[in-house]
């Protein structure tokens, strides 16, 4: 055997044992250089783009807020103690229509409850503090009173005692429609101004047709309480304004006023004025 072929067979048997993972690389031994990166790595680290901030976003400028349109008559129900634009509204226009709420103060007080109350006795509602649906279609399109009398005087007073409301007629047009309440039909005992005994009677307002009489200003005593700015028109009984008038008949005989009402009655109403009082179904 040659040499040579001796000194191959150890070699090739020490390369056998290696496994592929650990095999050499083809290049081992030719030279002592570090190991090349393989072509399929980047030759150059890519560049790294630099962080941007995100841009801050502007806060939208809010628009300017545009003023609610005012509530108006009818758009909720309304009960004593309400106040708002819409109670101002509906006092507005019961005034429009002579009924008199007050002072245009955008509260639902006593005054405009006692207007609204007149209102709906003309209108044949039922009478209620709480307005609703039928309330505000009878405010769009109301009722002229009923005339008490075939006679249509000018000027003239009609008191309907079924419904509790009164109208003032000037130049025969209503000028003032409000609530009144007038007597209770109860039994009592009282002494009559300048008597010693006591007379007993029921507490009524006589049906028929009158004229005015005598008045007083200011507060008058009377055997049965005090009557503010009376305006007789049947012997005792009067027009006059009282501190209570109810929704319903309370007195003793006379047609009690608001208070509010009857500091200018009087002087809407003249002496000799017909005064027609009824009782219609």
């Known amino acids: 055997m040659r040499k040579s072929a001796a000194l191959l067979i150890p070699i090739v048997l020490l390369a056998g044992c290696k496994t592929a993972g650990e095999a050499a690389p083809a290049d081992a031994g030719r030279s002592s250089q570090p190991h090349k990166p393989s072509a399929d790595r980047p030759k150059h680290k890519p560049k790294r783009e630099p962080v941007r901030k995100p841009r801050a976003r502007a806060t939208p400028k809010p628009s300017p807020s545009r003023p609610a349109p005012p509530l108006r008559a ?21 005034k429009g229509l002579h009924y008199d709420p007050g002072v245009v103060d955008g509260e639902y007080g006593t005054s405009t409850q006692l207007a609204v109350w007149a209102f709906q006795a003309v209108n044949r509602l039922k009478q209620s503090g709480t307005l609703g649906a039928p309330f505000w279609k009878a405010l769009d399109r109301p009722r ?33 429609i409000t609530h009144v309440s007038s007597g209770s039909g109860e039994y009592y005992c009282a002494k009559d101004r300048g008597a010693t005994v006591a007379r007993c009677r029921y ?51 006379c047609v009690r006023l608001p208070m509010h009402i009857a500091e200018y009655f009087p002087s809407l109403v003249g002496t000799g004025v017909a005064v027609h009082v009824r009782r219609l179904g």
């Open 203 to 253: 507490a009524t307002t006589g049906t028929g047709d009158f004229r005015t009489g005598r008045r007083a200003k200011g507060w008058e005593v009377s055997p049965l309480g005090r009557l503010y700015n009376p305006v007789y028109f049947n012997g005792g009984i009067a027009f006059h304004g009282a501190l209570d008038v109810p929704r319903y008949p309370a007195s003793h005989g």
């Open 74 to 94: 009818g758009d909720r129900k309304l009960r004593p103690g309400a106040e708002g634009a819409d109670v101002r509204e509906l006092q507005r226009r019961l």
């Open 144 to 176: 002229e009173p009923r005339p008490m009398a075939r006679r249509h005087e000018a000027d003239r007073v009609d008191v309907d005692l079924r419904r509790q409301y009164l109208v003032l007629y000037r130049d025969g047009r209503p000028r003032l």
